[in-house]
Structure formats: C-alpha cells, structure tokens
C-alpha cells in the first residue's frame, strides 16, 4: 500500500494511465541490483530512487577520484577518497528518504557475484568493463533475471535489454577480443544512455511498453543520431544456447 505522502510525491507518474497506484505499488516493492556507481550508475541510481524503486543495492568497489567529477555527478569534491557506493548511499538517501538504499565495497567477480545479487529481481550494468559484463550477463541467466545493458565512449553509447530464454543476451551480441582500457567520456554520454537504462527498468517493473530485446540502441552524439540494430540469439552462445 501507498502512503499518503507517497501519492503526494508520485502524483506525476501515478497519473500515467500505464502505472496508477498499482504500478507504484510494483516499484515500491522492487528490488534492484545496480553494478557500478560511477558515469552510468549514477543517473540510473538517482532515477530510479526518484521513481520510487523500493529496494536498490549498489555495488562498486572504487573510491571517488577527482577525475571522476565531469561525469559520476553522485560524487562531488567532498567525497574525494571516499568509497563511492557511501557517497552514493548517502546522497540517494536524502533524495527519496522513502526508499532503501544499500551499498557494498567490492569487486564483482565469479566467486562472489551470486551472493551479490541473491534477493534481487534485476541486475543493471552501469560497469566500465567487458569481463565483469560478462560474469553478470551469465548469472542473470542462470537465474533467469532480466538484465540492462549500458555502455559508454567518449559521445557515444549503447543499451540493450536481455530477457533469459526470450531474447539475445549480452555475449550472442558482442564479439571479438574483450578490451581492458581506460578510454575518453563526456558526461553528458552516460547520462543519455543511464537514463535509458532506468527508463527499461522502470517499463519492466510496471509491466509497461515494448522493451530493447533483441536489440542493441547506439546513441552517437556528434550526428545527434539513435541507431538500432538486432541481435539474434546465438544458438551456440555459451551463456545462453541451453535456455
């Protein structure tokens, strides 16, 4: 049930003939994995916590560097040195005090990521690297949760929805060598494709519109131009041919 104060703050979206109390009362209950607290993690953590998502757990194993500040806007030039998930717990916290927000200090990796995200319904990929994209596109899977894929270069992005046993996962759309580099971002980038991010998030919690499966979204912001490609399941993935 709705509080009072709840309807009060959710009035915009409760309007919305799609959500309605009942689809607030989805968000509410929701519990969301978000893997990253950084250029991505943070528009979909803020949006989501303002929509009204109940239950976020966030799980990042850096601490805020100045570096980070033209893009990662949970942190500011106070919370340099800290760990990022605390600063992002803090601030999440004070917008929507309604909501429960939990952090965790680690690495992800195949020894830990399912008792990472074990209790919760989604996982969202706000990571800055392949190989940990891949350890969570491949529990996501094994669980049969839906999974959100982002990523971000310089001005341009990407973003792609994978429902288990329904559509394309993450491996059948990415091939070649797994890149580990550091590479150029402008801020604006992952706000774009994090706000899309949430965007799928919040239309598969409420039940609400026609996802990104089986297709991968490039945003190219020098041509200001939205592509979309399909992605076939790959019959021999290794993540995802048993389903």
């Not at 194993?61 to 030039?77: A, C, F, K, P």
Request: charged residues 25%; proline residues 4%.
């Amino acid at each position: 049930m709705l509080t009072d104060n709840e309807r009060k703050r959710y009035d915009r979206q409760i309007m919305m003939k799609d959500i309605g109390e009942k689809g607030q009362e989805k968000l509410k209950n929701a519990h969301v994995f978000i893997a990253g607290a950084g250029g991505l993690g943070s528009p979909i953590a803020i949006y989501l916590s303002a929509a009204g998502v109940g239950h976020i757990r966030i799980v990042d194993h850096d601490t805020v560097e100045l570096s980070n500040l033209n893009r990662q806007i949970l942190h500011w030039d106070e919370n340099i040195d800290r760990n990022k998930v605390d600063s992002a717990r803090e601030k999440l916290s004070e917008l929507n005090p309604s909501i429960r927000v939990e952090g965790i200090c680690e690495t992800i990796g195949e020894d830990n990521v399912s008792q990472l995200v074990d209790g919760y319904d989604l996982i969202v990929d706000a990571m800055d690297n392949l190989p940990t994209r891949y350890i969570l596109n491949k529990e996501a899977i094994e669980r049969n949760m839906p999974f959100f894929h982002g990523a971000v270069s310089g001005l341009e992005g990407r973003a792609m929805t994978v429902l288990p046993g329904k559509s394309a996962c993450l491996r059948c759309g990415y091939k070649g060598p797994v890149p580990r580099e550091k590479f150029p971002v402008i801020g604006v980038a992952p706000a774009i494709i994090g706000a899309i991010q949430a965007t799928e998030v919040i239309k598969y919690i409420v039940g609400m519109g026609d996802l990104l499966t089986n297709r991968l979204l490039r945003y190219d912001g020098m041509s200001m131009r939205f592509t979309e490609f399909k992605v076939a399941r790959n019959p021999q993935c290794d993540h995802c041919a048993n389903l």
